[in-house]
């Protein structure tokens, strides 16, 4: 079965502080993984995507890497800001001949405390 | 470009009515893409189309869900006839391609079904 999961399902961190976000799934065929943030009542804005060959991208403060043998990501986020409160989703798509399957992680809820 | 524009931003209707959301993507993405988001459940794809052909319905929850594309510009999301437990926030995304390809999302329509 198609799945993504991400950990911690909500954390707390205090201004300047790192932290990073897990995403596990058992996609198959894989085709690309990508990291959104989505603000309260906002659309969700991409951050990364990352395709098989690819172990890092980055994007400003915000770094993903990819482990496609264990099946594995993280979204590791530098000296946090209060704008980084937001919920994070990891999405992973598959490719079929015919038509692609994306699945959504569930989301972890990042809030920086100043 | 304007992005991706979704009307209305809020939607109040009473059980047993039809409602219409309306997406306009952005111009020149083949792909057009419909989400439902909710606390529960989070992101859910209901469907997509390629260049206004539709080409996965399967996140489509029931009959009384349609979507149409008559255009390269325009989409609706139809419910008929409207239940509470559709209340959601619906995304409407494009993008160039399905895969390996950042696809940009509306700003949403809450939709409250009394």
């Known amino acids: 079965k198609n799945q993504v999961e991400q950990s911690p399902q909500s954390l707390i961190i205090l201004e300047g502080k790192n932290c990073t976000l897990q995403?596990?799934?058992?996609?198959?065929?894989?085709?690309?993984l990508r990291w959104y943030k989505q603000d309260t009542g906002r659309g969700p804005v991409s951050l990364t995507i990352?395709?098989?060959?690819?172990n890092t991208k980055s994007n400003g403060r915000y770094t993903a890497t990819l482990d496609a043998d264990t099946k594995q990501s993280s979204l590791h986020i530098t000296a946090s800001q209060l704008s980084d409160s937001a919920s994070y989703i990891c999405?992973?798509?598959?490719?079929?001949?015919?038509?692609?399957?994306?699945?959504f992680g569930s989301g972890t809820r990042l809030s920086i405390r100043p | 470009d304007a992005g991706v524009i979704q009307s209305p931003r809020h939607e109040v209707t009473e059980m047993g009515q039809e409602v219409t959301l309306r997406c306009k993507p952005i111009?020149?993405?083949?792909?057009l893409f419909w989400y439902r988001q909710t606390m529960m459940r989070g992101l859910e794809l209901l469907i997509y189309?390629?260049?206004?052909?539709?080409?996965?319905d399967s996140g489509m929850p029931e009959d009384r869900f349609s979507a149409k594309m008559p255009n390269a510009s325009f989409s609706t999301l139809k419910i008929q006839p409207s239940e509470p437990r559709d209340s959601a926030v619906y995304f409407c995304?494009?993008?160039?391609?399905?895969?390996?390809?950042?696809?940009?999302f509306g700003q949403g329509t809450r939709l409250t079904v009394v």
């Open positions: 995304a494009s993008s160039l391609a399905v895969l390996n390809t950042e696809a940009f």
């Open positions: 995403c596990n799934y058992t996609v198959s065929p894989f085709s690309n």
């Open positions: 990352m395709t098989f060959s690819e």
């Open positions: 999405v992973v798509s598959s490719a079929y001949s015919s038509a692609s399957k994306i699945i």
């Open positions: 111009s020149g993405h083949d792909y």
């Open positions: 189309f390629n260049n206004n052909v539709p080409i996965d």
